[in-house]
Nanobody, 127 residues
């Protein structure tokens, strides 16, 4: 089991940028596929981005492609979400999640397959 703590959320104007961080502890970070998800009020949690254990493979939701980049630093046991050109529809609570094991280069988009979740960080984009 790994403990996850997100940070970096806040209020930003449309077109602005934020970088979210998710620090992991309690287990070997490199053994986890990492993902970012978000949940807006009244909506289901949705996939945003995922990165493989190797760090070489990434996958993104169509709604964020070209604007958001996921990365990881295993030396810091941290996964990042760089968000540029933010839109009001990006407003949500953002969660990071960890999935243990699997193929070294696999990415995972389904939230049901993740084992551990952070508490979330609020991102609000004003128009």
């Amino acid at each position: 089991q790994v403990q996850l703590v997100e940070s970096g959320g806040g209020l930003v104007q449309a077109g602005g940028s934020l970088r979210l961080s998710c620090a992991a502890s309690g287990s070997t970070f490199s053994q986890y596929v990492m993902g970012w998800f978000r949940q807006a009020p009244g909506k289901e949690r949705e996939f945003v981005a995922t990165i493989s254990r190797s760090g070489r493979m990434t996958s993104y939701a169509d709604s964020v492609k070209g604007r958001i980049t996921i990365s990881r630093d295993d030396t810091k046991a941290t996964v990042y979400l760089q968000m540029n050109n933010l839109k009001p529809e990006d407003t949500a609570v953002y969660y990071c999640a960890a999935k243990s094991g699997g193929s070294y280069h696999a990415t995972v988009a389904s939230p049901r397959l993740y084992d551990d979740w952070g508490q979330g960080t609020q991102v609000t984009v004003s128009s």
